[in-house]
């Protein structure tokens, strides 16, 4: 059974930083694309990065470019979501997802989601 387990979510003051992670559990995804994806309450959910089964890919949305590095370790079968100069607007549950299946990487049509973690950033 595969599971995605995300942690390191919490509250941060505005312009500090945070690290997600997402522990893959089940099945390897050294092959595959991984990605995180955030909603805040009342908004739909949202790209947010991905990165290629080599970790020599990667893809962010404008709004977090610069602050955000995603990375993974795949001798943990874990990818990270490095957060940087957080800004209350970043305030979401974050979730991770694993193998777009050769789909487009932002729409989210992925096969396997996390619980989410969430992220609060006070201003």
């Known amino acids: 059974q595969v599971q995605l387990v995300e942690s390191g979510g919490g509250l941060v003051q505005a312009g500090g930083s945070l690290r997600l992670s997402c522990a893959a559990s089940?099945?390897?995804?050294?092959?595959?694309?991984m990605g995180w994806f955030r909603q805040a309450p009342g908004k739909e959910r949202e790209f947010v990065a991905a990165?290629?089964?080599?970790?020599?890919?990667?893809y962010y949305a404008d709004s977090v470019k610069g602050r955000f590095t995603i990375s993974k370790d795949n001798a943990k079968n874990t990818i990270y979501l490095h957060m940087n100069s957080l800004e209350p607007e970043d305030t979401a549950v974050y979730y991770c997802?694993?193998?777009?299946?050769?789909?487009?990487?932002?729409?989210?049509?992925?096969?396997?989601w996390g619980q989410g973690t969430q992220v609060t950033v006070s201003s």
């Open positions: 990165i290629s089964g080599s970790g020599g890919f990667k």
């Open positions: 997802a694993a193998d777009s299946g050769g789909r487009n990487v932002y729409t989210g049509r992925y096969a396997y």
């Open positions: 089940g099945r390897t995804f050294s092959s595959v694309y």
